[in-house]
Each structure stands twice: as C-alpha cells, then as structure tokens.
C-alpha cells in the first residue's frame, strides 16, 4: 500500500477543494469536509461520503441545522492508488463527488459525467 501522512492527505483535499471554481464554492452553504483514516465498517472501500441536505432539498424549514459533513477517506484511497499522481487525481474526483451531492447531484448523473 502506498504510505502518505495524514498530513500529507489532508493538504491534497484542501488543494482539491481549492481548483473548484470559485462561483461554486460561493454557493456552498452549512458544510463541513473532514479527513477520516478508515470509512465505517460496513462500507470498507468507501472513499468519500456525504451526509446532510442537499442545497436542492433545503426549504423554508431549514435553519439551525447541524452542518453538511463531508469525509473523504484516506486509507481506502492509498489502498487503490499505485502512486502520489495517483492519490491526486482520486482525490480530486472524490472531492468534486461529494461536493456535487452537496448541490443535489446523484450518484448516476455523476457516473455519466465521470465522477464515479
């Protein structure tokens, strides 16, 4: 498996986080991205996961609310990735998957577009 800090990862989120374009990332509302080592038991190569009400969902009803979580996990990711290009490139497309569910984008529409 390929070795990278947590450190070392968690900057690589930022840094993905950072290339989405600015008017987006403007819209981005009650969301928190954390790093975690390993996903729940149940779902062990799961790479990212986005927990809360997408912007689309959201209503009148909606204040006061816990923010959105989005965790990007970093063992998974390292298990699949045969190098440090590597670990950008899937970090990237796990970032940009879990900020789309921010935004109410599906898991089907975003495998079409390649963000599987």
């Known amino acids: 498996m390929l070795e990278m800090t ?3 990862f ?3 989120v930022s840094e993905a986080l950072d290339r989405i374009p ?4 403007r819209l981005m509302d009650n ?3 954390f790093v975690e080592d390993e996903p729940p038991a149940d779902d062990p190569e799961l790479l990212g996961l986005y927990e809360g009400t997408p912007l689309t969902d959201r209503g009148e009803w909606y204040a006061g609310v816990l923010p959105d979580r989005i965790t990007i996990y970093r063992w998974p990711t390292l298990r699949i990735c045969e ?3 590597d ?3 899937e970090t990237e497309i796990t970032v940009v998957h879990e900020v789309a569910h921010h935004f109410g984008i599906d898991d089907e529409r975003l495998h079409a577009l390649g963000y599987g």
């Open 87 to 89: 670990v950008v490139v």
């Open 10 to 12: 968690e900057e690589l």
């Open 6 to 8: 947590r450190e070392e």
């Open 83 to 85: 190098s440090r290009e």
């Open 22 to 25: 600015p008017e987006l990332t």
């Open 31 to 33: 969301v928190a991205v």
